[in-house]
């Protein structure tokens, strides 16, 4: 990524530390905006549901229900989250393909009906929900292309898909349509477009046998750009558009993108806490880490653009590290820096899916606070969570 276009930011990144301390994460609300609007151009007429897992963030969810969008759950966690901001429960998915009977009830008792199931022990807990639960059977798409190919873990395999429909039918159990996620920050949208296809194969067999599905949900997955490249989600999408056309006209159809949406809506500032010339390299310890905001360059395999706006001079070979007193607690080696200052401030960028969320205290150290700019209407111009 440019470093000067990153460096243009308005934002005064010192007065936000002097008034709220670091380490502080800044989420932009019209990001989230602007994210939300280019998926749904892209993807017309496709039902977006927020996908809370990447950033649980109360300002989100506000952002978004602004824009009457929908949400898609997996914990009870995340249902408190959206009752508590107002979301009407008809317009959230719950879909962990795997829950306790106790989830399936807290679900329920918001009000939110629609689920996941991908096997016949999960179908079997909705036997006793079947007059008010909604079902969408979760289908596997493995990707070689991805580092977190979400379909090794669920999902049935398509060849099980219509015994599995069959079985929902013998039971009493409403399954509405199917679901698959080809996998998150995938890369190539030909994943997306060939589950499509299958899936629409699925839904062509079950109608065969008399099971009528009114629904597909494409998942998540969406990507963005880590690396400063421009990325066009418009022209990502056109296979995936191609196929969805393909559908029978009454399939009504729904995503659930977590990661394209919150992405690039956080900012990371950190501050540098000391510094240690060791042999030829210079660390830099920071007050965050990968126990901290930067825990998705360990489980989320992400790694973030970083920039220096204050910093000046000539660059030397640095070690940029987290305050733990973990050896793995190192966020770049081997970079060239401008030496910076005990104090100095370091932006991470890309920063708002699987960070925070991620997020650990380990040695105490604390999480970093949110600082919200642009954020919903009815929350103030700035504030700190
Ligand atoms: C069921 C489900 N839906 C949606 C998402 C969001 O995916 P992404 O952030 O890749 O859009 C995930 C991510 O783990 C998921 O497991």
Redesign the pocket.
Known sequence: MKLSALNASPIDYRKLVTEHGSPLLVLDGDAIRKQYSSLQKALPGVALHY?L??LPHDAVIAVLKELDGYF?L?TNGEVDLVRDVGVDPARCIH???IKRDSDIRYALEYGCKTF?VDNICELEKFVAYKDVAKLLL?VSFRNPDTK?D?SKK?GCRQEEALTLLKQAKELGVNIIGL?F?V????VNPMRHSNAVAACNQIIAEAAAQGITLSTLDI?????VSYDGKAFDIVEYCAPIREELAKLPAHIRVLA????????PAVTSVSSVMGIAQRGDQTWYYLDDGVYGSYSGQIYDHMVYPLSFPYASGKPQLSVLSGPTCDSIDVIREDIMLPPLKVGEIVIGHVMG??TWASATEFNFFRKANFVVVNGPRQMKAVNAA
């Open positions: 996908a897992k990447p898609d997996a879909s962990h393909p996941v979760r977190i979400l669920f679901s996620h996998g998150s920050q995938a998942g998540g997955g969406f990507p659930e993108p977590g990661r394209y949406i919150s992405a899916a699987y």
